[in-house]
């Protein structure tokens, strides 16, 4: 495998308690670092709760749109997080990395689920819906399909 190939299947991890220092560090006038938060669960989970200033976008179609039409800070490291960060966030991740080939970016290492088992006071709700939560099954199977993340149709490239 090439380097270049190997960019694409290596995603690296944030911790935690980065992004944690990150929304603290929001909250002073001295802000040195600006990171975009990109929440890839499902619009129910992300309804649920999230990391504060995080953008719910799930499909490979809506990140694809962002990046085009410039919305996400040229300036920032982007974290990408799911609800363990193993599969979705990871596929978009990937994807971002093959948009943006010079962009500085992350997966949230274990995802919302050990963001809110560390810090669920600096989450925007306080609470945390998973993606199979018996309640919600229905949105998960009715709105989203089952990990239909509406990739892009792009030759070549492969996000598993």
Known sequence: MHAK????????????????????????ASRQTR???VDCR?????AGGSIPGSRNVCSGLDLQSLVLNRELDDSATVVFYCEYSQ????????????????REYFVL???????????????????YVAERDDELLSDLY??????????????GLDFE
Request: charged share 15%.
């Open 5 to 28: 190939q190997q960019r694409f299947h290596y995603v690296p991890k944030i911790q935690p308690s980065s992004i944690s220092g990150f929304i603290a560090q929001s909250t002073t």
């Open 35 to 37: 990171v975009e938060l």
């Open 42 to 46: 499902w619009p129910y989970e992300f």
């Open 87 to 102: 599969v979705r966030s990871v596929k978009l991740a990937k994807l971002f990395a093959r948009l943006c080939p010079n």
């Open 109 to 127: 290492d274990g995802g919302y689920h050990a963001f809110f088992g560390q810090f669920p006071h600096l989450t925007t709700t306080g609470r």
């Open 142 to 155: 009715s709105n989203c399909g089952t990990y239909d993340m509406k990739m892009p149709q792009t030759a």
